[in-house]
C-alpha cells in the first residue's frame, strides 16, 4: 500500500511538471533590455543581543521590449540576490515567449526558460 501512494504521489508531481511547459509560445522580437539600478534596506536580527543590523541590498530590475508584431510587451524580471544576472539574450533577435495572465515565460539564447512579470502590454499602430 505504501508503495502504491509513492508511486502515485510521484505520478501527480511529475506529470504536473510536465503540463506547467505546455505554453502557447510565441515568436517576436526582443527589442531593448534596460536595468534599473535600485536598492533596498533590511533589518537583520542581531545574535549577539546588540540590537537589530541595518543592511542594503540590491533590488535591481530589468525591463525587457518584445515586439510580436500587433503588440509590444514590457516584461520584468527582479534581481535581488547577489548572483542573478540578466537574461542572455540578444537585442533585435528573434525570441520565444509565452504569456499567461500577469505571467511571462521567456526564452533564452540557450533555450532556458525564465519566468517574468508582465508590465504593460501596447497594441502597435501601424
Known amino acids: 500500500m505504501k508503495r502504491l501512494l509513492c508511486g502515485v504521489l510521484f505520478l501527480l508531481v511529475f506529470s504536473g511538471a510536465s503540463v506547467s ?3 502557447a509560445w510565441t515568436t517576436g522580437t ?4 534596460e536595468i534599473q539600478r535600485g536598492t ?3 533589518g537583520i ?13 540590491p533590488n535591481d530590475v530589468v525591463l525587457y521590449t518584445i515586439d510580436d508584431g500587433k503588440y509590444a510587451w514590457v516584461v ?3 534581481m535581488i540576490k547577489k548572483h542573478d544576472k540578466p537574461i542572455n539574450g540578444t537585442i533585435n533577435a528573434p525570441v520565444k515567449f ?3 495572465n ?7 539564447d540557450q533555450g532556458r526558460e525564465h519566468k517574468l512579470v508582465v508590465e504593460r502590454k501596447t497594441l502597435k499602430t501601424h
Open 45 to 57: 536580527p542581531s545574535l549577539i543581543g546588540s540590537g537589530p543590523m541595518i543592511a542594503t541590498l
Open 76 to 78: 520584468s524580471m527582479r
Open 98 to 100: 509565452a504569456v499567461d
Open 21 to 23: 511547459k505546455d505554453r
Open 30 to 33: 526582443l527589442v531593448n533590455a
Open 40 to 42: 533596498r534596506t533590511v
Open 102 to 108: 500577469e505571467d511571462c515565460y521567456l526564452l533564452d
